[in-house]
């Protein structure tokens, strides 16, 4: 696969009890935070930019501390845009709305 930068957007919800999900969630973006690479937390989900190989390493390490913390079942829903001859930047899309 080319090298290009591309936006994964993830959202996991952890089967956890329901005052326990804010928690599991937040280990999930504390991996994402850690690993440098620049992101962006929404309501539903939380948009990524980078290359294919690393965000796919970000998810599965997300998944991993979810479970650590106590999550039985994960539903994981991802969402990647991909270009084949250009990068896709978080900016390209939601910049304008920057305030």
Same mark, same amino acid.
């Given at each position: 696969?080319? $090298?290009?930068?591309?936006? !994964? #957007? /993830? $959202?996991?919800?952890?089967?956890?009890?329901? +005052?326990?999900?804010? #928690?599991?969630? +937040? =280990?999930?973006?504390? @991996? &994402? *935070? #850690?690993? %440098?690479?620049?992101?962006?937390?929404?309501?539903?989900?939380?948009?990524?930019?980078?290359?294919?190989? =690393?965000?796919?390493?970000? @998810?599965?390490?997300? *998944? =991993? @501390?979810?479970?650590?913390?106590?999550? %039985? *079942? /994960? !539903?994981?829903? !991802?969402? &990647? *845009?991909?270009? $084949?001859? #250009? +990068? @896709?930047?978080?900016? +390209?899309?939601?910049?304008?709305?920057?305030?």
């Amino acid at each position: 696969m080319h $090298q290009h930068t591309v936006n !994964l #957007a /993830l $959202q996991i919800v952890p089967q956890v009890a329901s +005052d326990k999900v804010y #928690a599991v969630v +937040d =280990e999930a973006i504390a @991996v &994402i *935070q #850690a690993s %440098g690479v620049k992101y962006r937390v929404c309501p539903f989900e939380t948009v990524m930019e980078g290359r294919y190989d =690393e965000l796919m390493d970000i @998810v599965k390490r997300a *998944q =991993e @501390v979810c479970f650590k913390a106590g999550a %039985g *079942q /994960l !539903l994981v829903y !991802l969402k &990647i *845009q991909n270009n $084949q001859h #250009a +990068d @896709v930047t978080i900016e +390209d899309k939601t910049g304008k709305y920057d305030g």
